[in-house]
């Protein structure tokens, strides 16, 4: 019996943070049925998402990424962008690519929030999980 593997893209910059989601996605889906990327950041995603996908090799592509209010409308950009490629990666494949690109509207390099945030990113990250094997469940349903 094979085992459907699954990839897990994550973005560098706020690590600790982000480094969460996979902690959460693999609360559901084994460790060593995911393998792991890293990019520098979260406008890196789309396109190693896509290559991921179209590589056949794994269920579905989860994305992780943590894109902050750095005082420009810099993030609002870099967000959009990002969850349009991963939606377009996804729809280009025909393999789920799913987002844990998460922009907080009031963010600030506190002690408190980052707390928070982990805290968010493992919940996120079980929930791509779920979605990824919910997905893969429909699909072969679909197939039968």
Same mark, same amino acid.
């Given at each position: 019996?094979?085992?459907?593997?699954?990839?897990?893209?994550?973005?560098?910059?706020?690590?600790?943070?982000?480094?969460?989601?996979?902690?959460?996605?693999?609360?559901?889906?084994?460790?060593?049925?995911?393998?792991?990327?890293?990019?520098?950041?979260?406008?890196?995603?789309? /396109?190693?998402?896509?290559?991921?996908?179209?590589?056949?090799?794994?269920? @579905?592509?989860?994305? !992780?990424? &943590? =894109?902050?209010? +750095?005082?420009?409308?810099?993030?609002?950009?870099?967000?959009?962008?990002?969850?349009?490629?991963?939606?377009?990666?996804?729809?280009?494949?025909?393999?789920?690519?799913?987002?844990?690109? /998460?922009?907080?509207?009031?963010?600030?390099?506190?002690?408190?929030?980052? @707390?928070?945030?982990? !805290?968010? &990113? =493992?919940?996120? +990250?079980?929930?791509?999980?779920?979605?990824?094997?919910?997905?893969?469940?429909?699909?072969?349903?679909?197939?039968?």
């Amino acid at each position: 019996m094979t085992h459907t593997r699954y990839a897990f893209v994550k973005a560098a910059w706020h690590a600790d943070i982000v480094d969460q989601a996979l902690k959460g996605f693999c609360e559901l889906i084994p460790a060593d049925l995911v393998d792991v990327f890293d990019v520098p950041g979260a406008f890196e995603m789309p /396109l190693l998402a896509r290559d991921l996908a179209a590589s056949g090799r794994y269920g @579905a592509v989860a994305c !992780a990424a &943590f =894109v902050v209010d +750095g005082g420009i409308y810099r993030h609002d950009f870099v967000a959009q962008a990002v969850v349009d490629g991963l939606m377009r990666a996804g729809l280009d494949t025909g393999i789920p690519v799913l987002s844990v690109s /998460l922009t907080p509207h009031h963010y600030q390099d506190t002690d408190h929030h980052n @707390a928070i945030y982990r !805290a968010h &990113f =493992v919940d996120k +990250g079980r929930e791509a999980a779920s979605a990824a094997l919910s997905i893969a469940k429909a699909r072969a349903a679909i197939a039968a």
